[in-house]
C-alpha cells in the first residue's frame, strides 16, 4: 500500500548534500517486514514524468536506480500504525553498504504517499535514541525514530516529499 520511496530523490540529497536518517546495522529485520503490494509504480508529485518502481523479490522489495541492472537498492516497510510505515532502504556504494529510513503516511484511495522524516532539519538536535553521525542522524533505536518522525507530522511540519501511486499490484 505504500511507497516510501524517495530512493532516486533520496539517494541525491542524503549521499551528496543533506543529512539523513541512517542506521549501522539494519533496524528492520525480514521477521518485521510487511508487503502490502507485489509490485508498485509511482512518481514524486512534483515531477510529472518521474516514474519509478519496486518489486518484491523475496523478504524485501528490489528498485533499479536509472533502470539498471548493476544497481539495486532493497527496501523493507514495517507497519508503525494505521497507513504509517517506516521505509529502510539499504544499497552499497563505493563498496560501502548504506542504510536510509523515512516514514511514510499512505493514503491508497487517493493514490498519495508522503515521506516524513528522511532529511534531517537544520534544527535538529540529538536525542535518546538519535545522534548526529558523520554528515548524517544515527538512529540506535527505531522506536525513537518513529517517536520523531511521528511528532514532527503530528505538529503539521510539511513532508519531506510526496508521491503519487500509478500502479499497484
Known amino acids: 500500500m505504500h511507497v516510501a520511496s524517495r530512493i532516486l530523490v533520496l ?7 543533506t543529512a539523513c536518517f541512517t542506521s ?15 509490485h508498485i509504480v509511482f512518481g ?19 528498485f533499479h536506480p536509472d533502470d539498471s541492472a548493476d544497481r539495486e537498492a532493497l527496501m523493507r516497510l514495517k507497519a508503525v500504525g494505521e497507513n504509517l510505515y ?10 560501502k553498504p548504506n542504510r536510509l529510513y523515512a516514514l511514510l503516511k499512505a493514503d491508497v484511495p487517493a493514490g498519495r504517499v508522503v515521506s516524513y522524516a528522511s532529511v534531517m532539519p ?3 538536535e540529538a536525542q535518546p535514541g538519535l545522534s548526529i553521525c558523520e554528515k548524517a542522524v544515527c538512529i540506535d533505536d527505531l522506536d525513537a ?3 520523531y518522525a511521528r511528532a514532527r507530522m ?7 516529499a ?8
Not at 517506516?86 to 563498496?95: A, C, I, L, P, W
Open 154 to 160: 503530528d505538529a503539521g511540519v510539511p513532508p519531506d
Open 145 to 147: 525514530y518513529v517517536a
Open 44 to 62: 514524486e508529485a512534483s515531477r510529472p514524468d518521474d516514474r519509478q518502481s519496486w518489486t518484491r523479490k523475496g523478504d524485501a522489495y528490489s
Open 86 to 95: 517506516v521505509v529502510q532502504m539499504e544499497f552499497t556504494e563505493d563498496e
Open 162 to 169: 510526496e508521491y503519487r501511486i500509478i500502479e499497484m499490484k
Open 122 to 124: 537544520d534544527e535538529f
Open 11 to 17: 539517494v541525491i540529497l542524503c549521499v551528496g548534500l
Open 24 to 38: 549501522e546495522k539494519p533496524l528492520i529485520g525480514a521477521e518485521d517486514a510487511v508487503f502490502p503490494f507485489e
